[in-house]
């Protein structure tokens, strides 16, 4: 290289340092400002951060650590296998065709249930439980996707099966975690002012008092803790799970199920977990119950921690000493990688095999104790994979406790 030409190579290498420079700004700029309108469009629906007394009686609890709530058994992250897991997602995991719903009409709950027991499942984890007397509705989402936003995110696969004002009076609105699939802004902008009784685990209030809840109607319970609701109590029980709405806030609010615990009539609702310890804890102190109604959806392998999948969802069922079996958190969204009516297959076939007793109502369907129940196939046969070739097996479980 002459000495001529290294001034005019300097130079090139200068240039293309500035227009490197310039276009990795750019990006920088276009990345925050996608940011800022995300967050700008969906600010309402993100809740808020507990503060005062909330955050008090939250940093007190046991099961609080180091700025955030701990499951009592650690969870492997699911971010490594995710990938490999998104990319042998099932062609089956949305339905092609329209679901086998039933529209539900508001005569149904003009009488209450002859036998004291009755549940309606709205898909998902939307039930409508009516228990010795009281009315009860869990984790409502009435909106359109499982998202801060209307128009991205995981979409419903059918409307709302009943009007939010055409439900019968309700006694408690129940929330087990603040996850988007679980915690709707749209549906609290309706039911808000209804003169019911709002409970969640700890911190969840926040979100709720944000959108318009008067805060004497709310109850934040954490685990073990206790709530009468007429002659019915219901206790907040141990979860395996998260928590959280934005990127900044994981496991800020605390994640539950429940037991609803009547004079004559008992249920156990799962919320979103995975397989832990302490489930046998539930069936000894609280059980044996009625009706469980436990997540059998949105499993993968690389996160067996987060949900039980069909297998150990009957696992729980016999462990909390459950009677009928009703599978929830499917049947609504696509949530994770399996074909859609893998998780109610699986159900049925475990069931067969373990002579429980289980139901797979429609999408809008009742179930009433002691009335007697015939399995109606109402899905469409796609592939699905079997226990054998896709075992979900949560990890970090005591010798003692079976996956």
Sequence with gaps: MTEESRPQSKSRSKRW????????????????????????????????????????????????????????????????????????????????????????????????????????????????LELDGVVVLTDPVWGPRASPWTWLGPTRWYEPLIDLEDLPPIDAVVISHDHYDHLDYSTFETIKDWPTTFIAPLGVGAHLEAWGVPSERIIELDWWERYELGAVEIVSTPARHASGRQLLDRDRTLWAGYAFRGPAHSAFFSGDTGMFPEIDEIGSQLGPFDLTMIEVGAYAQAWPDWHMGPEQALDAHERVGGTVFLPVHWGLFNLSTHGWTEPIERVLVGAATRNIQALALRPGESYELGVPVEIERWWPDRPWRDASEYPIEATGLPRSVPP
Excluded: C, K
């Design 17 to 128: 340092r500035r227009i490197a420079w310039r276009v990795v700004v750019a990006l920088a700029a276009v990345g925050m400002i996608t940011v800022l309108v995300l967050y700008a469009s969906g600010r309402s629906a993100l809740g808020d951060a507990p503060e005062g007394e909330r955050l008090e009686r939250m940093v007190a609890s046991p099961n609080w650590s180091d700025g955030r709530f701990r499951n009592r058994l650690p969870q492997t992250e699911p971010f490594v296998g995710a990938l490999r897991e998104v990319l042998r997602s099932s062609d089956d995991a949305t339905p092609e065709e329209a679901v086998a719903f039933v529209r539900v009409e508001p005569a149904r709950f003009a009488a209450p249930p002859e036998g004291g027991l009755r549940v309606t499942w709205l898909g998902h984890s939307i039930m409508l």
